[in-house]
């Protein structure tokens, strides 16, 4: 599966999965605006998903997971996943069979960048490795459907933890664990007791509660009140995908995908985007933030900054904007605009 080397003088080694959709635009993007910053990075393509489920039999082959672990680090574009029925989730397997067990989602207003809100700069910390997302469904009788949500001690602690590490290591003040311990009492009261648990080891840190259906109001009243959020995974995926519009839509909003030993995997929140796929219109700078994310991690925290600044300049400046931001610069016009600015 593994297509093509790029790079001769290799400082980090990456994964690179370009996934579909509109991933291949915006990994090629995000590979040039990672080049032109002059950090030496040497790339591993490998592709995962639908085609290569009906080449292979699996979305996500031995190779791919290899790959990731030996070098300890992927980019990557996103996948589509068939709704309904039809191949499971290569997102969902990449994450669990990597056990990236934290996605990290920042979401900050972007100056130039036209929302409804100001001041926003909030970080969604979702445990990404177990909840409904288990996969274990079926079908009890026709007509009822069983979907299993399974909340352990283990990871439960593990992200409250994380949330806490996240906090101090970024001078946050607050972190507000996001539940629904009112209706799933035992689920969701076990994660809010390690979250609490986790908290004892941060006394500096201030710690809240909130009920996800309150926090959704607040959010879209008040979300320059927010700070660290730590929530299981299906409201980790639905609040980032709300936050992400607050600030200007989910072309801005990059993740990361946190694993034990230093592992890592970056991609924007957004998905593949079918109905912009293929046209040069797609908004690259999620995933470019996602590499700049990825570069910090990787301990070039100076070609990070310079990515982050490209973008706000361009931003700022305001005549260059993709479709979804209300502009009509295609890709490649507002990587090269990024490029320029570095
Ligand atoms: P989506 O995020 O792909 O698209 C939602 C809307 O936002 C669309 O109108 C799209 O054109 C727009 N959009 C998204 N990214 C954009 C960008 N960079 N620039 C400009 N506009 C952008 O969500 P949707 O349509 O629900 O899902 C499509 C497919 O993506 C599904 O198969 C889903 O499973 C998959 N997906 C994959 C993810 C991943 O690989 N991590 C994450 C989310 C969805």
Known sequence: MRNKTRGK?????????????????VTAATVKVIEATGVKVGWEEYQAGMEVAIKYGTAVPDDVINAILRNGIALKGPITTPIGSGIPSANVALR????????????????????????????????????LYSGLEHIVVPGVVESLKIITETASLRIGKYAFQYAAHNR??????????????????????????????????????????NCCQQLVMRPENFDVMVMENLYGDILSDLCSGLVGGLGLTPSSNIGEGGIAMFEAVHGSAPDIA?????????????????????????????????????????????????????????????????
């Open 172 to 213: 946050r003040k607050r972190v507000t664990a996001v539940h629904k311990a009112n209706i799933m009492k035992l689920a969701d009261g076990l994660f809010l007791e390690c979250i609490r648990r986790a908290h004892r080891d941060y006394p500096e840190i201030e710690y809240d509660e909130m009920i996800v259906d």
């Open 9 to 25: 003088t290799m400082h980090h080694t990456i994964t690179l999965l370009p996934g579909d959709g509109i991933g291949p635009e």
């Open 278 to 342: 293929g046209r040069n219109l797609a908004n690259p700078i999620a995933l470019i933030l996602s590499g700049a994310m990825m570069l910090e991690h990787l301990q070039e925290g100076g070609a990070a900054h310079r990515i982050r600044r490209a973008v706000d300049i361009v931003l700022q400046e305001g005549s260059l904007m993709t479709g979804d931001l209300g502009g009509t610069a295609t890709t490649t016009e507002m990587t090269d605009a990024i490029i320029a600015s570095l």
């Open 96 to 131: 669990k069979r990597l056990n990236l067990y934290a996605n990290v989602r920042p979401c900050r207003t972007l100056a130039g960048v036209k929302s409804r809100f100001e001041n926003v700069d909030l970080v969604v910390i979702r445990e990404n490795s177990e909840d």
